[in-house]
């Protein structure tokens, strides 16, 4: 679905349901979950962009990791924003780095199996960026920073790992979901627990009650 063919200020909400007041630019299942436990009303839409090409050239001028979570989380509530009125947008975007090197959401089992390879005995960080727009305007943005620590994993439960995680494997950035079989990946973690699943929400709640999109 696109904003072609869908305008959220036109979307009834069914029977007696709040009128969502936010859209979510975004079809990760992760952060809508979490948007709807924190009882938030929002729509969630798609807002492609070419994620590959900003971060190799933001790579090419040296940016900070933070600031390519940035720039993809405004670019996607941007190609919203323009045809939302007065809705909040919320785009957010996560980056996963490793002795400096940036990793992406794995493409297949393989690319999994290599991130986890990669990753495995090490430490990592977890950058997560939210922005919120208004009438094309960046009216907001948080960013927040977790570090993890693999435990060293064998050849042997990386496979195993794959086999019962199936195709959630390619959905999350490292290859894991903390909130599931994830956890067991690891041997120390540091940080917030929403900004490892990929948004700052408390930072963000505090936002939306500020604005009134939220009850005080």
Same mark, same amino acid.
């Given at each position: 679905?696109?904003?072609?063919?869908?305008?959220?200020?036109?979307?009834?909400?069914?029977?007696?349901?709040?009128?969502?007041?936010?859209?979510?630019?975004?079809?990760?299942?992760?952060?809508?979950?979490?948007?709807?436990?924190?009882?938030?009303?929002?729509?969630?839409?798609?807002?492609?962009?070419?994620?590959?090409?900003? *971060?190799?050239?933001?790579?090419?001028?040296?940016?900070?990791?933070?600031?390519?979570?940035?720039?993809?989380?405004?670019? *996607?509530? =941007?190609?919203?924003?323009?045809?939302?009125? =007065?809705?909040?947008?919320?785009?957010?975007?996560?980056? !996963?780095?490793?002795?400096?090197?940036?990793?992406? *959401?794995?493409?297949?089992?393989?690319?999994?199996?290599?991130?986890?390879?990669?990753?495995?005995?090490?430490?990592?960080?977890?950058?997560?960026?939210?922005?919120?727009?208004?009438?094309?305007?960046?009216?907001?943005?948080?960013?927040?920073?977790? =570090?993890?620590?693999?435990?060293?994993?064998?050849?042997?439960?990386?496979?195993?790992?794959?086999?019962?995680?199936?195709?959630?494997?390619?959905?999350?950035?490292?290859?894991?979901?903390?909130?599931?079989?994830?956890?067991?990946?690891?041997? *120390?973690?540091?940080?917030?627990?929403?900004?490892?699943?990929?948004?700052?929400?408390?930072?963000?709640?505090?936002? !939306?009650?500020?604005?009134?999109?939220?009850?005080?």
């Amino acid at each position: 679905m696109t904003m072609a063919d869908h305008d959220p200020q036109d979307q009834a909400p069914p029977g007696d349901a709040p009128e969502p007041r936010l859209i979510l630019a975004s079809e990760s299942p992760a952060r809508a979950a979490m948007l709807r436990g924190a009882g938030l009303d929002f729509i969630a839409l798609p807002a492609r962009i070419d994620e590959t090409a900003v *971060k190799e050239a933001m790579q090419a001028e040296a940016a900070p990791p933070e600031d390519v979570a940035v720039m993809l989380a405004e670019m *996607k509530a =941007r190609r919203l924003s323009a045809r939302a009125g =007065r809705l909040a947008v919320l785009g957010a975007d996560q980056m !996963l780095v490793a002795d400096g090197r940036w990793f992406d *959401k794995p493409a297949s089992r393989a690319d999994a199996r290599a991130t986890l390879e990669a990753l495995s005995g090490r430490r990592h960080e977890l950058i997560s960026a939210a922005v919120v727009m208004v009438d094309g305007n960046r009216v907001w943005h948080a960013i927040g920073r977790a =570090r993890l620590t693999m435990r060293p994993l064998s050849a042997a439960f990386i496979e195993h790992y794959l086999d019962r995680a199936g195709d959630d494997m390619l959905t999350s950035v490292g290859a894991y979901q903390l909130e599931g079989l994830g956890a067991q990946l690891f041997s *120390k973690i540091e940080g917030d627990y929403f900004t490892i699943l990929g948004l700052p929400l408390i930072e963000l709640l505090d936002f !939306l009650r500020g604005r009134g999109v939220i009850e005080t």
